[in-house]
Structure formats: C-alpha cells, structure tokens
C-alpha cells in the first residue's frame, strides 16, 4: 500500500493562506464530562474579560488516526511502536484505523485498514522507509519549531467529527512563551477540524503541552501505549463542545490562557488562545520564536550602559522586526515604552505603551506607566485617563499621586494639586525638587506657612539653592521673621559655590534687616522686584562703601549694587 505523500514545499505555499484565515474563526475546544447533562456553565475569561459562550452536546466519530513524528523516534522505538500499533488495532475493533507518517519534509497518511494484515503492511513500509536521519534523529530535526507548522499545515487530513488522533513522538522543547503560542495555534487548527488530539512520547512529554490536548478533549499518555485503548473504549464519557469568540486587538494578535468556569467558579479548563482580527497574518510557530530571541536581545541591550549611537540602533532593528511580527507582543512593547523613554522620545514610548495597555487591559502597571509616559510628554489631557484606570485596578503609587499634581498644576489648580504632592512627599521626603514645587504652589496660593515649611524641608536636603533660598529669605520678612531671614542669609553668604549675583540680593536683603531695622515694607514687592533696595543704590553715590564696610566682598558685589543694577533673585520657578 502506497502512503500518499505530500511534500512540505507544496504545504507551505498555503500556510500562509491558512493562518490569514485562522483569525475569523471562533476559539473552539472539547470538554469530557462523565455527566450526561451539560455542567452549570459560567463564561470564559479572555484576556480581554469575561465572554459568553456557546455550547452543544456532541457524539464523537469513532476513526482513529495515528500519527507518527518519525524525525523524533530512533529505530529501536519505530519497533516498538510498530508492534504496539498492531496490538492497539486489534483491541480498537470496531474502528476505522488510519496511520499518518510526519517527518523528513513530508507529510503522508494511509487507511483506514479493513485489516490487520493491511497495517501491518503499511507499518514496514515505515520502517523500510528510515533512513540515517530518521534513525540518528539528529537534535536539528528533534527541536525544530517547524515540526510543528507541518502539523498546523496537515490537520485537515487527519479527521473531522470530533474523531480521535494520537501523536506518537517528541515535541519540540521550546521556551515557556513560544510553547504557549505553538499551542494556542495548533489549538484553533484541531478546534476548527473537530479533533480529539492525544499525545504519546517515550520520555514521558513536557507537561506543558498538556493544557493544548486536554482543551481538546484528548490526553498525555503516560503509561504504555496499550493505554490509549481504555481512554477510546471509556464510554462512561460524555462530550460538550465550547465555543467563544475572544475579542481582538486593532492590529497585531494576542496570547493567552482562557478559563471557562462553571456557574460555582470551578475551573473547567483553562485552554491556550490566540486572539486577532480577520485581517491578520498569524506568523509560524519559527516566526514566534524569532520574535521572542530578537525582544530578548533587545532587553539585554537596554541594560547596557553607555548606550552608544550602536547598541541604540542595534535596539531599534531588534524592536523592529519583533513588532512586524506582532505588533501587540507585550513584551516587545514594554522594552519598545523603556528604550523611547531612555532616549527622550515620550511621544514614541506613549505610543508603545498605549498598544500595550491595550492587550493587558487589567495590568494596573500597564496604565499607570501610560499615564506617566504621557506626563512626560507634556500630554497633560491624555494621561488623566490611564492613571485614573489604574486607581481603578487598585493601585496608587507615590509616582502617580506625583503625576496627578503635575497635571493639575499643568491646569493651573495649585489647590487641587497640594493633596498629590502631599503624597508623594509622605511616600519619600528627601525629593527636594517636590518641596520646592509644592512651595511655588502654596505661594501663588498666598499659604506663606505652607511655603516656608515646603521651602525650609527642600532646603535642608542639600545642595546651594539661590532662588529658594531667596524666596524663603522674602518669606521671612514679610512674616516678620527677621531673625530667621538674617540667619538665612549668613548661611549662604559662607557658601562658596553661592552664585555671585544671586548671592548678592539674599546679603543685600539681610543688611537691610539687621543694619537698617528694615521690615516687610522695605522688601514688599520681594527679591524678585528690589525696586526700593535698587533705587536708594542708584541715588546713593557711597553706596559701593556702605556696602562694603557691611562685609560685603566689594569685588563680587561692588559693581552690581554700585552701578544700580538689579539685584534679584526670582521669586520661583515655574515647573
């Protein structure tokens, strides 16, 4: 008997075709109950939320085909799987029995057998048909991804009806993400031709390819081969088919578990989805993988320091063929948000995060670093939104109460904005810039007893501040703290690195105090408009001397107060 061969060249030139198509179609899966009324069911949770479903009992066909991965079985294990076969046949009379051989480039399939004798034909012909490679089953073969794109390509020959199908031989062992994308393919291809799909390996088989066979009604094989039989022969089972259709995402596709639940909130399964429009190319499980490695290499760039203009080119390539694969990839994503972030493009990285944001619809996390990637931008009305999202996922950050006052003082409402800084001073005290914003607040706010504690806690941190420094000192005086304005002014007048000018105007306003009796009327327009200090400068021709004889370094501060040159020092800064 001739097995009909159908090279894998030929499958490929349709796959694509086939995957295109794949995303239109609903998630379908098969449970097995041993109740004959259909469980009190709930609904699925996608990633997207929970979804309604559709569900009919169904009578299962009663075809068998055996598949074998021959690239994945040595000699020795060909024998053994013939001689088992052969035993499985007779114990499974009554049903129509088909071999399919996968492996070596091509896909072939023969029967049913209307006999023993026949199976037996068609099983030397397998064994006839090994040659080294299949023999050595050489370790490119064995763990190659493309295994499985030719058994995507090849579900519609293996059955229909809810008909059984055993695999017999290894899988590929990909890493945990590619797996679950492998799995959530093969799972809309066996939903869709209405397979029971099993699985038997020699080493026993990775345990997560489990969720794929189960969501099909189907089973790992742990013990002997002979086990399928019971498993086929149980007819204590009774099956239910489970339709939903996951929401998609605008481009790009999504992967995920989904968990029907019964009306209890008892887990019935929990199944690998892939989730897109009509429109979309699903790429091969090998296209996944390259995917995966490319956003790794991209993630262990960005953590390279210095980023040179090499590695940050070398990080765009990598996000760029990772996101034409698919353009909601989270984790493409979430390094594409960090990388426009590093380089100071906050439209680039908000846009990213926004895709993101997207496909995790209940990551708290996702929204808040939207929220503050659009602060970042100075896109104040966009980022409102994602943080108020996030508080409704229950979370509050002291970065988000930080991003909340900015966009209020973005609005201009110092009032709403002091209860966000607040927080986030409470959550972390030494952040000296906050201090100084939320005193700026509480001044065009005329809270002077907010502003000199916001002012005199910044200050305390470290570093020289002239303008704070300066603003505290007009504080000081024009709520009669004279004492503290002058002391204010001594500190800083000792400081070195004090800027010149700046310098000048805190010393000039002490003099006046501690010298002159000066109070609040003399400085009540404040450092920032010395009009009073600068015209009694600009008259007074001995100026120069008055002020040298205070103290003052007459080469750093003759000249400004001399000449009649402002002497100021900005009340605030804005931002």
């Not at 008997?1 to 179609?25: D, I, P, Q, Y």
């Not at 199976?119 to 499985?148: I, N, R, Y």
């Not at 390094?335 to 908000?350: L, R, S, T």
């Not at 990551?363 to 808040?368: E, G, L, N, R």
């Amino acid at each position: 008997m001739n097995l009909r061969s159908v090279r894998m060249k030929a499958r490929f030139a349709c796959l694509l075709l086939v995957l295109t198509c794949r995303g239109t179609e609903a998630s379908t899966t098969l449970l097995r109950t041993t109740s004959k009324t259909s469980p009190e069911w709930g609904s699925v949770q996608t990633y997207a939320g929970k979804t309604d479903t559709v569900i009919s009992s169904v009578k299962p066909a009663t075809s068998i085909t055996v598949v074998l991965l021959t690239d994945s079985l040595s000699p020795a294990q060909i024998e053994s799987v013939k001689r088992d076969l052969l035993g499985l046949y007779t114990s499974l009379h009554g049903h129509a029995f088909r071999l399919g051989i996968l492996g070596n480039g091509a896909f072939g399939i023969a029967g049913p057998f209307v006999s023993r004798a026949q199976l037996k034909s068609a099983l030397s012909e397998v064994a006839g048909g090994s040659d080294s490679s299949a023999a050595t089953a050489t370790s490119a073969s064995v763990t190659s991804p493309a295994l499985l794109d030719n058994l995507y390509a090849s579900v519609g020959q293996l059955g229909a009806d809810w008909s059984r199908v055993l695999l017999i031989g290894e899988l590929p062992p990909l890493e945990a993400s590619v797996r679950e994308y492998a799995s959530g393919l093969l799972l809309r291809a066996f939903g869709s031709a209405h397979l029971q799909v099993s699985w038997y390996a020699f080493s026993g088989g990775n345990d997560g390819w489990l969720p794929l066979f189960l969501a099909t009604g189907g089973t790992v094989i742990r013990g002997e081969l002979s086990d399928f039989s019971h498993a086929v022969n149980d007819v204590s089972q009774f099956y239910f088919q489970v339709d939903w259709v996951p929401a998609a995402p605008s481009s790009g596709f999504v992967v995920s578990q989904s968990i029907l639940s019964d009306l209890q909130g008892q887990v019935l399964f929990e199944a690998p989805d892939v989730a897109a429009l009509a429109s979309t190319a699903l790429p091969s499980t090998e296209q996944y993988a390259t995917m995966r490695a490319k956003a790794s290499e991209a993630a262990q760039l960005l953590t390279q320091e210095p980023m040179t203009e090499a590695s940050s080119q070398n990080i765009r390539d990598d996000l760029q063929t990772a996101l034409e694969i698919n353009s909601r990839d989270p984790e493409s994503l979430l390094i594409a948000g960090a990388f426009y972030e590093k380089v100071k493009d906050y439209a680039a990285a908000a846009h990213q995060r926004a895709s993101l944001a997207e496909v995790q619809p209940f990551d708290a996390d996702s929204f808040a670093a939207l929220g503050h990637t659009l602060v970042l931008a100075s896109d104040f009305d966009a980022a409102e939104a994602p943080l108020q999202r996030a508080i409704g996922l229950s979370l509050r950050t002291p970065q988000m109460a930080e991003d909340f006052a900015r966009i209020r003082l973005a609005h201009k409402d110092d009032k709403a904005a002091l209860p966000y800084l607040d927080e986030a001073l409470s959550a972390d005290p030494k952040r000296q810039d906050l201090w100084f914003v939320q005193a700026q607040a509480a001044e065009r706010l005329n809270d002077s007893s907010l502003a000199i504690r916001s002012l005199e806690q910044g200050l305390a941190l470290d570093g020289v501040h002239i303008q704070e420094g300066a603003s505290l000192a007009r504080l000081y005086v024009a709520t009669n703290q004279k004492a503290k304005a002058s002391q204010l002014a001594q500190q800083i007048v000792f400081r070195p690195s004090a800027g010149t000018r700046g310098s000048c105007a805190i010393r000039g306003q002490s003099r006046r105090i501690a010298i002159d009796g000066g109070g609040a009327s003399d400085m009540e327009a404040g450092v920032g408009s010395t009009s009073k200090f600068r015209t009694r400068a600009s008259a007074d021709r001995s100026a120069p001397a008055w002020i040298w004889q205070h103290g003052w370094r007459r080469a750093s501060c003759q000249h400004w107060v001399g000449s009649g040159a402002e002497i100021r020092s900005p009340l605030y800064r804005q931002g």
